[in-house]
């Protein structure tokens, strides 16, 4: 049997949810804002897009292509109960979903497409009942074909809230009207090096070489425009509910402004270890690997294994102020400004898996951890912080648009 697959795509699902909420926010060109008060236009609206404002864009170039837009910070745990929300939904149609991101999942509908009459008919109950259960404002655009690849493609062809079936019999004529970066995975880089190749449409690319598209590009990315060119993809619906081990949690963090002061960078880097260390008590899991990166007037990297497991924030926090006072971050008044900071802990086990060791001088700490952590479950993360803390900001522990925290993949399945 030819497989059924869907790939279900909200439209402007950021600034959708927002017009959802705040009736005076509809029928407005909107932009989100990441919620940091960082000036990024993350996301537009129907309305904004109409009228040229995209995401990525920053609030200058917003406001002087639209002077009327108005600008909202992102919340993005309201846009997670709405996925999840929206994942129950879809599980009343098929068992078999991949969830891409916080606003887009595949479905193979092959084995449950008819019990709804037809493909259409359980296209439309499912439209329907997401403006029932999630509103009239929230809506998806769907794509209908025989694999993941051009399923995604078709979603995005008839936006917004539309539908588009990609078939054998069609897929020439939509490969020769398609841009190049409609596909997922061709970005603007991809597609210069392509027209230099004298390719400027999907139909254009089966006529290189495959020996050539090696040359360029390496044998990995060759072999996926290849697979593009003839439509070829052969991946399975990986579901949420098979979802594999964690191997690593982290956390990136782009700060409101250009910082200098150096305890403030401080503060921000052992908040986010703290929030790791969250993670990782959430997951049973413990770490022996810690990683640091800064980016500023400078970019600096570091990582180290320990020969202890930790999952507590200070212990972390520890290390990666060894690396900040080897790289002397900061020794010059204006030579320290940090924009950008990444944290990651890996090197994994299971926590009940850590041997104890013989003398534990750790027992009341920990003690002193799950009394924290009970706490900060009841009332919201980082409602008790380390001193060192006092009068910094509070970072909100927040899921991202592309799900990529492993604790935020196991909060979807346990929806299974």
């Given amino acids: 049997m030819k ?9 402007s699902f950021f600034a959708s949810v927002e017009q959802e909420d705040n009736p005076l926010l509809r029928n407005k060109p909107i932009g989100v804002t990441a919620a940091n008060s960082r000036t990024a236009i993350i996301a537009a609206s129907k309305e904004a897009k109409a009228l040229g404002v995209k995401g990525g864009s920053n609030a200058y170039e917003g406001y002087r292509i ?42 193979d509908v092959t084995k449950t497409g008819y019990l709804f009459g037809s493909i259409e008919n359980l296209i439309t109950r499912l439209k329907a009942q997401i403006r029932k259960e999630l509103g009239d404002i ?3 655009s769907v794509g209908v074909s025989h694999n993941k690849l051009l399923a995604k493609l078709a979603s995005g062809l008839k ?5 588009c079936v990609i078939t054998p019999e069609n897929l020439d004529q939509i490969y020769k009207e398609t841009k190049l970066t409609d596909i997922c995975g061709i970005g603007g880089r991809i597609e210069r090096r392509l027209n230099m190749l004298g390719v400027y449409s999907l139909i254009s690319l089966r006529k290189v070489s495959f020996e050539k598209l090696r040359a360029e590009f390496g044998p990995h990315e060759a072999t996926f425009l290849r697979n593009v060119a003839f439509a070829t993809d052969e991946t399975d619906i990986i579901s949420f509910g098979n979802a594999s081990d964690v191997k690593s949690v982290g956390r990136n963090y782009c700060l409101p402004k250009n910082e200098y002061n150096q305890r403030v960078i401080l503060q921000n880097v052992f908040e986010l270890c703290e929030e790791i260390g969250i993670k990782l008590r959430r997951l049973n899991k413990k770490a022996r690997s810690v990683g640091l990166s800064l980016r500023g007037t400078e970019s600096a990297y570091a990582r180290k294994t320990t020969h202890f497991y930790m999952d507590q924030g200070k212990e972390m926090f520890d290390i990666c102020k060894i690396f900040y006072n080897q ?33 534990d001088v750790g027992a009341r700490s920990a003690n002193l951890i799950k009394t924290i952590d009970n706490i900060n479950e009841r009332f919201g993360d980082h409602t008790i912080r380390n001193g060192f803390l006092l009068y910094s900001d509070k970072l909100t522990t927040v899921p991202n648009g592309f799900l990529a925290d492993r604790y935020e993949r ?3 399945t346990k929806l299974y």
């Fill in 410 to 412: 196991m909060q979807l």
């Fill in 159 to 163: 936006k917004p809230n539309g539908v």
């Fill in 327 to 359: 790289w002397q971050w900061g020794l010059y008044e204006h030579d320290g400004m940090v924009r950008q900071i990444s944290i990651w802990a890996f090197n994994l086990e299971d926590a009940n898996q850590v041997p104890t060791p013989l003398f």
């Fill in 66 to 107: 639209c002077p009327q837009l108005k600008l909202v910070p992102a919340n993005f745990t309201r846009y997670f109960e709405i996925s999840k929300q929206f994942l129950k939904i879809c599980r009343l149609y098929s068992p078999y979903i991949e969830v891409f991101s916080i606003d887009e999942l595949f479905m």
């Fill in 3 to 11: 497989k059924i697959i869907l790939h279900i795509d909200f439209d």
């Fill in 138 to 140: 929230i809506t998806v």
